[in-house]
């Protein structure tokens, strides 16, 4: 039985500059936050006397159903706002890596969010404001649309849709501690100065995304490297696709993404990188961007 069910898609920061840190250790960013069709998928299965999960899906095996899970946590600090008595099982379908920089506990919390918000009619705004503790990474997940990223991931303006296109999502299998990202990060120089990206009214073509792009970074793709050299591994592979535009690190990793002209071009290059079997251990997805 399945009351009402919705997905969790995965979070891609097409850049991300750190451009400063507050007085409590959190770090300013600004960054392109894009969604791609690989999901997770939240269902409310049926009324429980409190919230309960069960994981189901091929990475739900490394997680566990308890209290620190992201989808309990955001569905009691939902039914605390609205005072509401009623709680319900839920089932969370896993199919994104954990802890691989492309937000996968940040959509799922955000998942649950948007269904109890939909069960007991709860505004957006509202939902943004409980999504801001759970993570830096939830509100931007709530909207799930093509956005620009600011303060610690909580000040959020709607960037043009993406243009026509597709994406490669690899990860190399294994996970990366987000904190320690951003300890290497400020280990290994911190904050550089520069002007912020301009963004057009609409990217005409993914070439002239790509244009924008190349004057960006991910600022904890260096970082991200020394602890794990394969991320490195993984974006020469992807450079070295047919038609791979530019490829690069997600969010604090470990996953790293490759942009294509067509989503056809991106499913190619997914099959010729899953035909070496070094890369057996790798998870990938191809296909085109959710669009807002
Ligand atoms: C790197 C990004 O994925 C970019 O979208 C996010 O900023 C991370 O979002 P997240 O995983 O939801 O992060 P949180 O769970 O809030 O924070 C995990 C840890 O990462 C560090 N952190 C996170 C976000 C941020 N803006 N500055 C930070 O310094 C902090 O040490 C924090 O304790
Ligand atoms: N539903 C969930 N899915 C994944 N991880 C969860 C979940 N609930 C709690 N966690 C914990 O959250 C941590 C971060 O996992 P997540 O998959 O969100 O990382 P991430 O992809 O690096 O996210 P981000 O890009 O937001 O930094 C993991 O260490 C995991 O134990």
């Not at 290497?184 to 792009?213: C, H, K, Q, T």
Request: hydrophobic share 45%.
């Amino acid at each position: 039985m399945t009351l009402l069910h919705d997905t969790a898609h995965a979070k891609i920061n097409l850049y991300l500059h750190v451009t400063g840190r507050r007085p409590d250790g959190y770090h300013l960013l600004d960054s392109l936050a894009v969604f791609a069709g690989a999901a997770d998928e939240v269902r409310l299965a049926k009324p429980s006397n409190t919230f309960s999960l069960s994981i189901e899906g091929h990475f739900g095996k490394g997680l566990e159903a308890n209290d620190s899970n992201l989808v309990l946590r955001a569905a009691r600090a939902l039914q605390t706002h609205a005072r509401q008595e009623n709680a319900y099982h839920l089932i969370l379908e896993k199919n994104l890596p954990v802890a691989s920089g492309i937000g996968g506990g940040s959509a799922d919390a955000a998942c649950t969010l948007r269904l109890l918000g939909q069960l007991w009619n709860i505004a957006e705004k509202d939902l943004l404001a409980i999504a801001e503790p759970l993570g830096a990474d939830v509100p931007v997940c709530v909207q799930q649309k093509t956005t620009r990223m600011e303060g610690i991931g909580e000040i959020l303006t709607s960037a043009p849709a993406m243009p026509d296109g597709g994406i490669l999502l690899v990860n190399p299998g294994i996970a990366v501690s987000t904190p320690d990202i951003f300890r290497s990060f400020a280990a290994m120089g911190g904050i550089i100065e520069r002007p912020a990206p301009v963004f057009p009214a609409r990217w005409a073509s993914m070439n002239a995304l790509v244009d924008m792009l190349s004057h960006t970074t991910n600022d904890l793709q260096a970082p991200a490297i020394h602890h794990a050299p394969v991320i490195g591994t993984v974006l020469d592979r992807m450079n070295a696709q047919n038609d791979c535009l530019m490829a690069r690190m997600s969010g604090s990793g470990a996953t790293c993404f490759g942009l294509f002209p067509t989503a056809e071009a991106a499913r190619k290059a997914e099959m010729e990188l899953s035909k070496n079997p070094l890369h057996s251990g790798w998870w990938t997805w191809a296909g085109p961007f959710l669009q807002n």
